[in-house]
C-alpha cells in the first residue's frame, strides 16, 4: 500500500507563485512515472504533469512554460512548481503514481488563484 500526502497549496494572487509537495511512502517510488492532476468544482480530474522514473516530463497545454514537475527519488518526493499562476488555475491538486495496473492517489491540496 503506497500513501501519496500533498502540501503546499493555498490562495495566491493571480500572476503569483506555489510550490506542491507530494511525499511518497515505501520504497517503490523511484520506479514509476508520478503525475500531478487537478479539479475545479464541476469539473473532471484533468492531467498537469507527468514525470517518468527517468525524469521525462510531459505537461497539459494550459500549463506548459508556467508549471514545471521535478521529483527527488532520494526523498520519496514529487514536486510542482507553479509561476505566473491564474484565476484559472483554481482547483484540488492531486499526486498521482501510476503503476501498471493501480493507482495511487493523493487526498488533494486545494490551490486557490484570486483576480
Known amino acids: 500500500q503506497v500513501q501519496l500526502v500533498e502540501s503546499g497549496g493555498g490562495l495566491v494572487q493571480a500572476g503569483g507563485s506555489l510550490r506542491l509537495s507530494c511525499a511518497a511512502s515505501?520504497?517503490?517510488?523511484?520506479?514509476?512515472?508520478m503525475a500531478w492532476h487537478r479539479q475545479a468544482p464541476g469539473n473532471q480530474r484533468d492531467l498537469v504533469a507527468t514525470i517518468t522514473s527517468s525524469g521525462s516530463t510531459n505537461y497539459g497545454d494550459s500549463v506548459k512554460g508556467r508549471f514545471t514537475i521535478s521529483r527527488d527519488n532520494a526523498k520519496n518526493a514529487v514536486y510542482l512548481q507553479m509561476n505566473s499562476l491564474k484565476p484559472e488555475d483554481t482547483a484540488v491538486y492531486y499526486c498521482n503514481m501510476k503503476m501498471a495496473l493501480l493507482n495511487y492517489w493523493g487526498q488533494g491540496t486545494q490551490v486557490t488563484v484570486s483576480s
Open positions: 515505501g520504497n517503490i517510488f523511484s520506479r514509476y512515472t
